[in-house]
């Protein structure tokens, strides 16, 4: 069993690592740091900063595996209705980077029914191989047929790393793989690197609501697997008439087994764009007073080419279904720009958006805590600012 | 219909600060709570059993005062509570944590829907429900806003997608995730509250559960963390003063490269 000691010889009482310790398990007495075993969960903070290497954490780790068998970066590349989904490209932009600091093949994985001539597109993407499974099985993402094809592929053909999009589909597939390969899987990473001595993909996530941000290794199992976010890699170009070996896969029908059956897909976004795809988006809150007030909002994300967000007050009073909510109970999105009508910016809403790369407030209350993460703040009546904003957009838009 | 019903205790979101001398985590005096995901499971578990009959465990892995959790699902209409607790889970990545409570989920034996939430808002990775799922080796259906039917064998349900949704039928027993829109989750009654308050919780050990020690806590765990930092704050920035015309125009114009 894995334990943690602090050596008392070493330790100098510098209470640095009392900081680290995101689960607050460290306290000090008579000048020492103790650590509280039921809180604490063997992160490995603490010993990561302490300048003393007094804290030591053991584990029984059984022999180090040979995991010299295991090359190439993968992706799997998201398709519906036969389109490849831009979050694929994303993770296309982010795999070339890592393949070529590992000195291994870049390789697409695509599954679906139709879509052989979906392998020129990812190989101009970048992709150097490219899986191909095509069964009408998988015409649409099933967990368990995708599941079964993805543990096959990896456990025939030996990946160092899978990326995929940290999407519905993308984290209920993963999460059901990375169990049955026994690899490690990383969340919604926002930062992807390569420790080049070790061949480890350095993977950095938001935890605890976007306030904390981890680093996380696989040491000793393969592949190593990480989902990523969207919106937060840059898109692979495309390189015209770029080839690749592709390598199609076909398998017996057991394996296209699915016990769920998928009855319908229902599309609900109409109007406006999804808003997890969405580059602008302009959200409205209490501030703006009720369905009429809201629709100023929308007005202003038409004119804008944008989605529509909200407030969970918003949504709670019925003003726009909850598909629109953005925060820690609804959608985390990450915009070039986000436009916050009426919304005070309570931490729960804040998760949601504040990596937006640029931040408008409005916002009557000059000590809306939105303004403390706005990068352009305006104090005034909504009901005055929004439809005067969607004038001169329009105007400066239609130039 | 018998039904377990994941729960994890984590701190309050709203009590999360940032010391801003030191750019840590202040963790002081912070509640700890149900998390909020999966107070729709709870809510969703106890309304499949009004629906259907049959009872409803809770089940959670944690240190011991994760009994308090337990207490407060008991106290909003679960019949059941079990804590899976020892010094040696410590260090579970979702790999671990999802073996452990597939091994209590064995341990408690006869299941015909497993509820977890969509995600817990401190490991924020939505990865437990699906690996439970996986190790049990039965099917899953995750971010699941409404059941519409549901018998003793089979359940169909609607899946929130990016788009809209899809409809699924499953075999039972599933596993579902559960998002916000399932339900509004009712207050504690009286009568639960002191049956909570007298009631006892089972918990297993380790050895309980029949697990593989090999299988569990940081040991079991594919994964480990390196480093742990606070982002960077964002900082406010520039406040827009003037008419309304003025500033429409200032933002505007501010704004004209990003939106073109
Ligand atoms: C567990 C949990 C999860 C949550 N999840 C989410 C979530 O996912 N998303 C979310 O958004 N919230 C969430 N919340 C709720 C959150 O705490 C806030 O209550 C909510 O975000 C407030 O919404 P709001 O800003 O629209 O309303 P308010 O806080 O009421 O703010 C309204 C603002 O509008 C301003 N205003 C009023 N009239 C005008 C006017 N005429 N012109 C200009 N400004 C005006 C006011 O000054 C005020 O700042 C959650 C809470 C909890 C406890
Ligand atoms: C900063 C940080 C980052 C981390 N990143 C990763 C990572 O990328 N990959 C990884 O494998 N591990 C990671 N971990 C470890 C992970 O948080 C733990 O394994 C944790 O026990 C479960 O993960 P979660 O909180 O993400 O739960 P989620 O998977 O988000 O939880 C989903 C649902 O599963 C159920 N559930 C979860 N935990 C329990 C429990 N203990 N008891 C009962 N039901 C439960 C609940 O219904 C919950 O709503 C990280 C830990 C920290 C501190
Ligand atoms: S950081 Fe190291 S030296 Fe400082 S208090 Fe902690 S254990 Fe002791
Ligand atoms: S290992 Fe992590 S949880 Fe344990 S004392 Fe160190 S920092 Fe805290």
């Known amino acids: 069993m894995a334990s943690i000691t602090i050596s008392l010889d070493k330790c100098n009482g510098c209470t640095i690592c009392l900081k680290a310790c995101p689960f607050g398990a460290i306290h000090m007495a008579n000048k020492k740091a103790v650590i509280d075993m039921a809180a604490c969960t063997l992160c490995g903070a603490c010993a990561e900063v302490c300048k003393f290497s007094a804290i030591e954490i053991k584990e029984d780790s059984g022999q180090k595996k040979d995991l010299t068998a295991y090359r190439d970066v993968w992706v799997f590349c998201e398709q519906k209705k036969c389109v490849v989904q831009s979050i694929s490209f994303e993770l296309l932009g982010e795999g070339r980077k890592l393949a070529d600091k ?34 009408p099985a998988l015409k649409s993402f099933q967990d368990e047929p995708y599941t079964e094809v993805l543990v096959k592929l990896a456990e025939e053909y030996k990946p160092e790393a899978i990326l995929c999009g940290a999407t519905t589909i993308g984290r209920s597939l993963v999460s059901r793989v990375a169990i049955k390969i026994n690899a490690g899987l990383t969340a919604d990473c926002t930062e992807l690197d390569i420790d080049l001595k070790e061949r ?34 840059q898109e692979a170009g495309i390189e015209k008439g770029r080839k690749a070996e592709v390598i199609k896969k076909s398998y017996p029908e057991e394996v296209f087994k699915s016990r769920t059956r998928l009855l319908d897909i229902v599309e609900e976004i109409g109007e406006t764009v999804n808003l997890s795809e969405a580059d602008i988006i302009v959200s409205g809150g209490r501030g703006m007073g009720g369905k009429e007030g809201l629709a100023l909002v929308g007005e202003l994300a038409k004119a804008l080419g944008g989605a529509v967000g909200a407030s969970r007050s918003a949504v709670d009073a019925d003003w726009i279904p909850y598909s629109h909510q953005v925060g820690q109970t609804g959608k985390t999105v990450c915009p070039k720009l986000y436009i916050a009508c009426g919304i005070s910016g309570q931490i729960q809403h804040l998760i949601g958006m504040q990596s937006a790369k640029v931040i408008v407030a409005i916002n009557k209350d000059p000590d809306a805590p939105i303004f403390k993460i706005a990068t352009y703040g305006i104090v005034g009546d909504v009901f005055d600012i929004v439809p005067a904003l969607t004038k001169e957009f329009k105007r400066v838009l239609k130039k | 219909m018998n039904i377990i019903v994941c729960i994890k205790q984590v701190p309050n979101t709203t009590d999360v600060k940032i010391d801003p001398v030191t750019n840590t985590l202040i963790r002081e005096g912070v509640e700890s709570v149900i ?27 944690g240190p011991p005062q994760a009994e308090n959790a337990l207490r407060e699902a008991l106290a909003l209409g679960c019949d059941e509570a079990v804590l899976v607790s020892d010094r ?7 790999w671990a944590t999802s073996y452990t409570l597939a091994a209590a989920i064995r341990k408690i034996g006869d299941f015909d829907v497993i509820l977890c939430g969509k995600q817990a808002s401190d490991g924020d990775t939505a990865q437990v429900g699906p690996g439970i799922s996986a190790h049990l080796d039965i099917p899953q259906v995750t971010y699941v806003k409404k059941i519409e039917e549901i018998s003793g064998t089979v359940a169909k349900v609607e899946r929130m997608t990016e788009e809209g949704y899809d409809v699924v039928e499953t075999p039972l027993p599933c596993l579902f995730t559960v998002v916000k829109e399932i339900n509004t989750p009712r207050l504690p009654s009286l009568k639960g509250m002191m049956r909570a308050k007298s009631a006892k919780p089972l918990k297993w050990t380790a050895e309980d559960i029949e697990a593989d020690p090999a299988a569990l806590g940081l040991d079991g765990s594919p994964t480990r963390v390196i480093k742990i930092f606070t982002p960077e704050q964002r900082k406010g920035g520039e406040m827009l003063k003037g008419d309304t015309a003025d500033i429409s125009k200032e933002l505007v114009e501010l704004l004209k490269d990003l939106v073109i």
């Not at chain 1, 696989?218 to 190593?224: E, F, I, S, V």
């Open chain 2, 88 to 94: 040696k889970f410590a260090g579970s990545d979702t």
């Open chain 1, 102 to 135: 590992l000195g291994v093949k870049l390789c697409a994985v695509i599954l679906g029914s139709g879509i052989e001539a979906l392998a020129e597109e990812l190989a101009e993407r970048g992709a150097d191989r490219i899986y191909l499974v095509d069964h």
């Open chain 1, 200 to 233: 480890l993909l350095l993977q950095t996530r938001p935890a605890f609501g976007g306030n904390i941000m981890a680093t996380i290794i696989t040491p000793n199992h393969r592949p190593q697997m990480a989902t990523v976010r969207h919106k937060v890699m």
């Open chain 2, 35 to 61: 998390n909020p995901f999966d107070a729709y499971a709870i809510e969703e578990a106890v309304r499949l059993k009004e629906r259907c009959g049959g009872k409803v465990t809770v089940l959670t892995m």
